[in-house]
T-cell receptor, first 114, second 112 residues
Framework: KAGVTQTPRYLIKTRGQQVTLSCSPI?????VSWYQQTPGQGLQFLFEYFSETQRNKGNFPGRFSGRQFSNSRSEMNVSTLELGDSALYLCASSADRVSNTEAFFGQGTRLTVV | AQSVTQLGSHVSVSEGALVLLRCNYSSSVPPYLFWYVQYPNQGLQLLLKYTSAATLVKGINGFEAEFKKSETSFHLTKPSAHMSDAAEYFCAVSAASYQLTFGKGTKLSVIP
C-alpha cells in the first residue's frame, strides 16, 4: 500500500511569489491535514480537510489556503511568500479524523523562500 | 484547548541504556496521545498511541509509554537504546478536534 506522497520534495521561491504544494493521501483515506515545521515554532497545524470540506483551521494568515479534491488529493497554496514561510510542510492522511485515529505523514516539501 | 510540553530539547544516552523522554499534556477533555519519531529529512512515523484503552501502550521498535492521568503525563521509554534510535521524538495530543498539537520535540543522541 503506497504511503502519503508529497510533491515536490524541494522548492525554492522568491519573496512575493506564490506556491502550490500537493499531497496524495493513502488510498481510501478521506482526511488530509497540513502542518508547518520550523526550527523556531516547531510543528504547527495549518488546516484539515475531509471529503472536500475544511473542518478545522489553524492560526495562520489568509495567505495560506488549501483545498481537497473528490479523489481526496489535497493542495495547499501560499501567496505573497515571505522569508518566514521557509519551512518543511508536512501532509498527513487518516482514514477518518476521529480524534483517536492515527495520522500517517508524508516526507514533506521543503520550501525555501529567498 | 490542548497543549503538550516535552521536557528536554536534547537527551543523550549511552548505547544499551534506558531511554526516557518526558511528555506532559494539557487538555480540557479526555485526550488521545501519540508519540512520533522523525529522522533527518523525513516525515513523522507513528511509534505508539493511547486511546483510552490500556494505560501502558506498547509501540514499535521496543518503545512503550504509560498514560498517567493524575500526572497528566505520557512519558516514552525503551529499556535499551540502540544507535538506530537516534532521531527526534514528538509527543502529540488530539482532543475533540481535527488536529494534532505537538510538543517542541526531543532530539535523542545515542553514544556508542
Amino acid at each position: 500500500k503506497a504511503g502519503v506522497t508529497q510533491t515536490p520534495r524541494y522548492l525554492i521561491k522568491t519573496r512575493g511569489q506564490q506556491v502550490t504544494l500537493s499531497c496524495s493521501p493513502i488510498s481510501g483515506h478521506r482526511s488530509v491535514s497540513w502542518y508547518q515545521q520550523t526550527p523556531g515554532q516547531g510543528l504547527q497545524f495549518l488546516f484539515e480537510y475531509f471529503s472536500e470540506t475544511q473542518r478545522n483551521k489553524g492560526n495562520f494568515p489568509g495567505r495560506f489556503s488549501g483545498r481537497q479534491f473528490s479523489n481526496s488529493r489535497s493542495e495547499m497554496n501560499v501567496s505573497t511568500l515571505e522569508l518566514g514561510d521557509s519551512a518543511l510542510y508536512l501532509c498527513a492522511s487518516s482514514a477518518d479524523r476521529v480524534s483517536n485515529t492515527e495520522a500517517f505523514f508524508g516526507q514533506g516539501t521543503r520550501l525555501t523562500v529567498v | 484547548a490542548q497543549s503538550v510540553t516535552q521536557l528536554g530539547s536534547h537527551v543523550s544516552v549511552s548505547e544499551g541504556a534506558l531511554v526516557l523522554l518526558r511528555c506532559n499534556y494539557s487538555s480540557s477533555v479526555p485526550p488521545y496521545l501519540f508519540w512520533y519519531v522523525q529522522y533527518p529529512n523525513q516525515g513523522l512515523q507513528l511509534l505508539l498511541k493511547y486511546t483510552s484503552a490500556a494505560t501502558l501502550v506498547k509501540g514499535i521498535n521496543g518503545f512503550e509509554a504509560e498514560f498517567k492521568k493524575s500526572e497528566t503525563s505520557f512519558h516514552l521509554t525503551k529499556p535499551s537504546a540502540h544507535m538506530s534510535d537516534a532521531a527526534e521524538y514528538f509527543c502529540a495530543v488530539s482532543a475533540a478536534s481535527y488536529q494534532l498539537t505537538f510538543g517542541k520535540g526531543t532530539k535523542l543522541s545515542v553514544i556508542p
